[in-house]
Every structure is written in structure tokens, then in C-alpha cells.
């Protein structure tokens, strides 16, 4: 059942129909896209700001009145801020917690001390999933990097065979598996069934954690060969600064990383097995599955449970909480421009002219939706400027597909836009000056893990396709 209360599709505009011919909309859709991908990689306009130039002139460009573009770009930013920014907020906020609470270190500690040298890199792959799963990647990249230097130093392996595995499992769960922005956002603009997706994208994401994980890493090591940065010591070399005295347990974590996933996923398979049940069980699931509710619960989980076992007093639970806001100010902004980009491509009827295009083509709609999720990602740099491009161009496409199609085509775009990493990507420029690998070193490591991530993804999505 479609999740109508995250993942309503915004209100169009009063229908116009565009002076333009079909090719004068294509030109429209093709220019508005290279002036956003010029404005972000050449003249560095920040993306949010790019996608409102970028989605009013394609408008304007489509035969919309200027007034009519603007009322359109921001009906879609509304629409898609009311159905994604909560939950983004949300998920900041429980991400935030979770490491100022020592969960986090909680985690990783249980998690390495009952790891041999060999299966070591596993752990790590295994680490950074479930420290990708509740946050974002740059939030993610900080609290793994200490990990994987501490890590690396106190085994003695190879800081490439450590750092890979943990940075797949973090960006396979940041492009494939919601409640990350860029899945929210495919998921809301495709209007695909949130829980379904959720469940399909970790079905998809295991296989390709290993394949770009502890198994690529095993070459990645013998080509890229460099030290062990001298940071993160102190006296007892256990991490950068002060060590908590008292953390939440491990179990008590773990089920509050958990929560909101087995929330959604119970609420989908009642949903499933009854749909339009009235039972009490499955109302109360239905109710408890929404990702607002079911994130909102993991928030109130963590300031209650997270807060007590690390220590935290109400001033400490309330600081982190301000805290995590901020940093996310700018993603809320991408995201609510690209929702409104995608608008004005279904208003001017661009991506009906791109569906129709489609329908009368042997085009596979998920290699489709891969290639042009690859292609602005390569171009901008930016996975979530991908994600919103090409599931704005491929909403009307999408309209004529079942459930399952649906979440596949979202994992398909999110497969899309991890797709080679290179200098126009602000995380290699983590990445490469963390590990303290060249420019060329990053390449042969990080890009390369990249697009295993993006190929192998696509290849799962493409298999599911067929046995399902």
C-alpha cells in the first residue's frame, strides 16, 4: 500500500498546456539540466540555488508564464518538504544521539573485540552499515574515520584493507536504503511503497557491502599502500579525547538503531499479507509503520534510553538535539529544490514527453533510470542532486508501474548516483585527506569502490527484476 502520509506526490499546479512543441520541451529539459550541472561544477553556485535557476528557466523555457514556473517550483519544494524534511530532522537528531551518547563507540567496541584478524574487514563492512543506517554520510564518514585509524593501528593491517569495507557499508546504506534523503526523495517523487523499498534495498545492499567491501578491499590494499595517519592517540590509544564512563549497552543500541526498521517493515507486511484490514493489530501497525511515527518514536527512544545509559542529563539531551539541526540545513534545501525541479518537469509535460519516448522504446526503465542517475552524478558530484534529477525526469515513467517496480526503480537511481566518485565529489575530498592518500591513490581506492558499489547494485536490482 502506498504510504500516503510521507510519500503523497505534491499538488500539481493549475494544468497549462506549454506553447512548445515536444522538441522544444526536450531542449527546455536538456538546457535547464546542463545550466544546473554548469552552475554547481563551474561557476560553484551552491545546488540549492542551481536547481530554483535551473527549474524556473526550464519553465520559462517549456512555454510555462514565469509566473506559473515559480508557482510550480514552489508547490514541489512544499511537497516535498512536508513529505521528506521531517524525517530527515528526525533521523539527524537520533544520529546525533546516538554518538554523543557513546552508542555509537558501544557498537564498534562490542563489534571489533570479538573480531579475529581475518575476519576483521567483515566487522568493519558490517560497522559501517550499521552506523550508515541512522545517519547521514558526512555524519557517518566523522564517527568512522577515528574507527578505522584506531582500528587499523591497534591490528596492524593494511589501513586500506580497514578503511574500504567500513566506507561501502556506509555509502551502499547512504544511496540505497531509506530514511537517507536520496532514497526518501525517489521514493516520494516515484511514489513507491517506503517499507517495500526499505526491505528490497537491504536485499540489495548486502551483496554489494561485500563485493565492494572486505572483498575489493583485498586489491585495493596490494595497489594503495600508506600509513597510518598519527591521529586520534591519546595515552591509552582508544580514541580522540575523553573516554565515556558510561555508555548504553550494546542490545540497548542496537534495537534502538533498529526500531524504525522493523516498524516500517511490520507495517508493510500487514499491509501485504491483509491489505485493508481493520484489525486491531494491523490499524496499530499501520499507525506505528509510518516513518514519521516510527522514526519519531526512535528519537524519543534515544533521548529517554540513549540519554540515561550515556549519562546524559536534560541539558546534554537538549544540546545534542539543537546540535544536529544545523548541519542539515543545506540537504533539506537540495532536496526541497530538486522536489520542486521535478515538479516543473510534470507540469510542462516534459516527462510525459520522456515517458511516452520511453514506452515506444526497447529501453529497460531501471537501466534508464541508472544511466541518468550516473550521469548528473558524474557531472555534479553530488549523489542527491542525481537522485532528485533523475526521479523528477523519471516520475511520469514511473506512474505505470506496479509496487515492486517501483522500489526497484528507486534503487536503481540510488545505485546510479554513487556511480564514480571523483574531484568534484566533497567525499573523496573527505576520504582522500583523512587517510592521507594522493589524488591518485584515492582513485584506485575510494572512486573504484564507487562504482562497485554503483555496478553491482544495478546488477542485484536487475536480478530482483527478473525472479520477482
Given at each position: 500500500m502506498y504510504l500516503s502520509l510521507v510519500t503523497a506526490a505534491p499538488t500539481p499546479?493549475?494544468?497549462?498546456?506549454?506553447?512548445?512543441?515536444?522538441?522544444?520541451?526536450?531542449?527546455?529539459?536538456i538546457v535547464g539540466i546542463a545550466v544546473i550541472i554548469v552552475l554547481i561544477t563551474w561557476l560553484k553556485v551552491h545546488p540549492f540555488l542551481a536547481l530554483a535557476i535551473g527549474a524556473v528557466g526550464v519553465g520559462a523555457g517549456a512555454g510555462l508564464a514565469p509566473g506559473a514556473a515559480v508557482t510550480s517550483f514552489s508547490t514541489g519544494f512544499g511537497g516535498t518538504m512536508a513529505g521528506v524534511g521531517i524525517l530527515v530532522g528526525f533521523g539527524a537528531m537520533f544520529?546525533?544521539?546516538l554518538a554523543d551518547s557513546g552508542g555509537a563507540d558501544r557498537i564498534v567496541d562490542s563489534l571489533v573485540t570479538r573480531s579475529s584478524v581475518r575476519t576483521l574487514p567483515w566487522t568493519m563492512a558490517l560497522i559501517g552499515g550499521l552506523i550508515g543506517l541512522p545517519m547521514f554520510f558526512e555524519v557517518g564518514l566523522v564517527l568512522l574515520i577515528p574507527v578505522i585509524i584506531l582500528v587499523a593501528r591497534r591490528s596492524g593491517m593494511s589501513l586500506i584493507r580497514i578503511a574500504i569495507p567500513a566506507l561501502a557499508g556506509l555509502s551502499v546504506m547512504h544511496g540505497l536504503v531509506p530514511p537517507h534523503p536520496g532514497p526518501l526523495v525517489a521514493v516520494t517523487a516515484l511514489g513507491a511503497n517506503l517499507g517495500l523499498t526499505l526491505a528490497i534495498g537491504v536485499l540489495v545492499a548486502i551483496p554489494t557491502v561485500i563485493v565492494a567491501g572486505p572483498v575489493?578491499?583485498?586489491?585495493?590494499?596490494?595497489?594503495?599502500?600508506?600509513p597510518v595517519?598519527?591521529?586520534?592517540?591519546t595515552t591509552e590509544d582508544l580514541g580522540a579525547g575523553e573516554t565515556r564512563t558510561a555508555r548504553p549497552s550494546f542490545l540497548i543500541t542496537l534495537s534502538g538503531i533498529l526500531l524504525p526498521v522493523v516498524l516500517m517493515l511490520a507495517r508493510s507486511i500487514a499491509d501485504a499479507t491483509a491489505p485493508g484490514s481493520t484489525a486491531p493489530l494491523n490499524t496499530a501497525l499501520d499507525f506505528l509503520g509510518t516513518p514519521?511515527?516510527?522514526?519519531?518514536?526512535?528519537?524519543?527512544?534515544?533521548?529517554?534510553?540513549?540519554?540515561r545509559?550515556?549519562?546524559?542529563?536534560?541539558?546534554?539531551v537538549s544540546k545534542s538535539l539543537a546540535d544536529s539541526l544545523p548541519p542539515i540545513a543545506g540537504i533539506l534545501l537540495i532536496v526541497g529544490a530538486g522536489g520542486g525541479f521535478k515538479q516543473v518537469?510534470?507540469?510542462?509535460?516534459?516527462?510525459?514527453?520522456?515517458?511516452?519516448?520511453?514506452?515506444?522504446?526497447?529501453?529497460?526503465v531501471l537501466l534508464l533510470a541508472w544511466f541518468v542517475a550516473a550521469l548528473v552524478r558524474v557531472?555534479?558530484?553530488?549523489?542527491?542532486?542525481?537522485?532528485?534529477?533523475?526521479?523528477?525526469?523519471?516520475?511520469?515513467?514511473?506512474?505505470?508501474?506496479?509496487?515492486?517496480?517501483?522500489?526497484?526503480?528507486?534503487?536503481?537511481?540510488?545505485?546510479?548516483?554513487?556511480?564514480?566518485?571523483?574531484?568534484?565529489?566533497?567525499?573523496?575530498?573527505?576520504?582522500?585527506?583523512?587517510?592521507?592518500?594522493?589524488?591518485?591513490?584515492?582513485l584506485k581506492t575510494w572512486t573504484i569502490m564507487e562504482c562497485l558499489i554503483s555496478l553491482t547494485g544495478l546488477a542485484g536490482v536487475l536480478l530482483l527484476n527478473i525472479v520477482i
Open positions: 499546479v493549475v494544468p497549462i498546456t506549454p506553447a512548445g512543441s515536444d522538441a522544444q520541451l526536450i531542449i527546455a529539459a544520529g546525533k544521539l575489493f578491499s583485498k586489491f585495493a590494499s596490494r595497489w594503495v599502500s600508506v595517519p598519527a591521529l586520534f592517540i514519521m511515527i516510527a522514526l519519531g518514536l526512535a528519537v524519543i527512544y534515544a533521548m529517554i534510553v540513549f540519554g545509559g550515556g549519562g546524559m542529563d536534560r541539558a546534554a518537469l510534470i507540469d510542462t509535460g516534459i516527462g510525459t514527453v520522456i515517458a511516452n519516448a520511453v514506452a515506444g522504446s526497447s529501453i529497460s557531472a555534479t558530484g553530488s549523489a542527491t542532486v542525481a537522485t532528485v534529477t533523475a526521479a523528477g525526469i523519471l516520475a511520469p515513467v514511473a506512474a505505470s508501474l506496479g509496487g515492486t517496480d517501483l522500489a526497484l526503480m528507486v534503487l536503481a537511481i540510488g545505485a546510479g548516483s554513487l556511480f564514480l566518485s571523483h574531484v568534484n565529489d566533497a567525499g573523496f575530498w573527505l576520504v582522500k585527506e583523512y587517510l592521507g592518500t594522493t589524488v591518485g591513490q584515492t
